[in-house]
């Protein structure tokens, strides 16, 4: 069974930071593409940062670049989100999400994904 597990939301301030884990099982992180998504109260989902597992490139949505970083660990199957000088605006409930088939140039977009983790929230008062 394919499965991911994300870890470590929580309440921060403005300017805090915060790393999320999404942990995978061993088929569903070989060879595959890992990304994260957020969506806010009456918002679409929308992604956030993606890594391709081999080539190891990494893609961030324009309003987290130079403030998040993804990162994978192989010998945990764990894909990190590390998100630093955090704002109100990033308050929502963060996914990560694994395909295989997944083009660069959307990967953002949700249809590609095969699996869904149950979701992490992640509050940042002002």
């Known amino acids: 069974q394919v499965q991911l597990v994300e870890s470590g939301g929580g309440s921060v301030q403005a300017g805090g930071s915060l790393r999320l884990s999404c942990a995978a099982s061993?088929?569903?992180?070989?060879?595959?593409?890992i990304s994260w998504f957020r969506q806010a109260p009456g918002k679409e989902r929308e992604g956030v940062a993606c890594i391709y597992r081999v080539s190891g490139s990494t893609y961030y949505a324009d309003s987290v670049k130079g403030r998040f970083t993804i990162s994978q660990d192989n010998a945990k199957n764990t894909v990190y989100l590390q998100m630093n000088s955090l704002k109100p605006e990033d308050t929502a409930m963060y996914y990560c999400a694994a395909g295989f088939y997944v083009p660069s140039g959307s990967w953002s977009s949700r249809n590609d994904y095969t699996s869904w983790g149950q979701g992490t929230q992640v509050t940042v008062s002002s």
């Open positions: 061993r088929y569903t992180y070989s060879g595959s593409v």
